[in-house]
């Protein structure tokens, strides 16, 4: 099992920044902590669930979706098993709630932000923009 919990959203105004952050545990992410994608995603009200942002816990290139390049970084500390995601620039249309997901025991070298490919998910934090 692997067990994710989300923490640091909040509500905020255009322009602004908000920290993500994703404890990572259980016992099948111990034995694969090396070997997982893990990733943020979003859904907001009436859409589809989004990929945001994904990295290997490893290390190795982050990807991002089109919409975030430049004003969102995903991170993985090693040391603390949290993955954190740094929104900057925040936008009206960055309003969603915020999934932690992980998929663990893939060797590659760069991670998905495909939702579909991931098997094990937080509970959601939510962000909201005002314009």
């Known amino acids: 099992q692997v067990e994710l919990e989300e923490s640091g959203g909040g509500s905020v105004q255009a322009g602004g920044s908000l920290r993500l952050s994703c404890a990572v545990s259980?016992?099948?992410?111990?034995?694969?902590?090396?070997?997982?994608?893990m990733g943020w995603f979003r859904q907001a009200p009436g859409k589809e669930r989004e990929g945001v942002a994904a990295?290997?816990?490893?290390?190795?290139?982050?990807e991002y979706a089109d919409s975030v390049k430049g004003r969102f970084t995903i991170s993985f500390d090693d040391a603390k098993d949290t993955l954190d995601l740094q929104m900057n620039s925040l936008k009206a249309e960055d309003t969603a709630m915020y999934y932690c997901?992980?998929?663990?025991?893939?060797?590659?070298?760069?991670?998905?932000?495909?939702?579909?490919?991931?098997?094990?998910w937080g509970q959601g934090t939510q962000v909201t923009v005002s314009s």
């Open positions: 259980g016992l099948t992410y111990r034995v694969l902590r090396r070997l997982t994608c």
């Open positions: 997901a992980a998929l663990p025991g893939l060797e590659a070298p760069s991670c998905s932000v495909d939702p579909r490919d991931y098997n094990y």
């Open positions: 990295i290997y816990t490893s290390g190795g290139r982050p």
